[in-house]
């Protein structure tokens, strides 16, 4: 079974210091994608990245960058230099060989001035 | 280029009352679904249409929900008679590449 786990519900944080969002993930599948998604209170969902299996170089844009680990299972998500824009419930993804995304609980980032 | 647009942004019915929810995709998109959020079931896949065609619908709570995709550009989400609950944040999402999903603002729905 497909599953992914992201063990931390809330996290808060003073702005400008770094923050790490963990993803955990189980699939049995040899070829399967990882994402990203950020929900602002503002209510919409927006994608931040993909990443395949067979891809594990680590992801840069910006203040953002993602850790992806074989080994441990596990996609990471960094926030550099926090900033109160950045506050959102993030949520991890992970698709198999189908189209379906298994949704993470997701983790409430709360960043303060 | 315009994103996902759904109409209404909210919608607040009484119980027995229908509801229509209606989504524009991107156009290019050939992926369509609808989600479902709550605080207590977080978010849920209803039903997803590949090229208009219905492909997985059992994420449908029951026959009281139903949706189509007459075209490319359109698709509804009825719920008929409404409960309470229902009352969640119905999103419609696009996609050209498999996960990478582009949602629209979502319909807050509320049934008294």
């Known amino acids: 079974a497909q599953k992914v786990t992201q063990a931390q519900t809330e996290i808060s944080v003073v702005e400008k210091e770094d923050v790490t969002l963990d993803c955990v993930y189980e699939?049995?599948?040899?070829?399967?994608?990882l994402f990203w998604y950020k929900q602002p209170p503002s209510g919409e969902l927006v994608f931040l990245i993909r990443?395949?299996?067979?891809d594990e170089q680590n992801e840069i844009s910006g203040r953002y960058s993602w850790n992806f680990q074989k080994s441990t299972s596990s996609f990471n998500f960094t926030i550099t230099a926090s900033q109160v824009v950045d506050s959102a419930v993030y949520f991890c993804?992970?698709?198999?060989?189908?189209?379906?995304?298994?949704w993470g609980a997701g983790t409430k980032l709360i960043i303060k001035p | 280029d315009a994103g996902v647009i759904q109409s209404p942004r909210h919608e607040v019915t009484e119980m027995g009352q229908e509801v229509t929810l209606r989504c524009k995709p991107i156009?290019?998109?050939?992926?369509l679904f609808w989600y479902r959020q709550t605080m207590m079931r977080g978010l849920e896949l209803l039903i997803y249409?590949?090229?208009?065609?219905?492909?997985?619908d059992s994420g449908m709570p029951e026959d009281r929900f139903s949706a189509k995709m007459p075209n490319a550009s359109f698709s509804t989400l009825k719920i008929q008679p409404s409960e309470p609950r229902d009352s969640a944040v119905y999103f419609c999402?696009?996609?050209?590449?498999?996960?990478?999903?582009?949602f629209g603002e979502g319909s807050r729905l509320t049934v008294l």
């Open positions: 999402a696009s996609s050209h590449v498999a996960g990478e999903l582009f």
């Open positions: 156009s290019g998109h050939n992926s």
């Open positions: 249409f590949n090229n208009n065609v219905p492909i997985d």
């Open positions: 699939t049995r599948d040899t070829t399967y994608y």
């Open positions: 990443r395949n299996s067979f």
């Open positions: 993804a992970l698709s198999g060989s189908n189209y379906q995304l298994i």
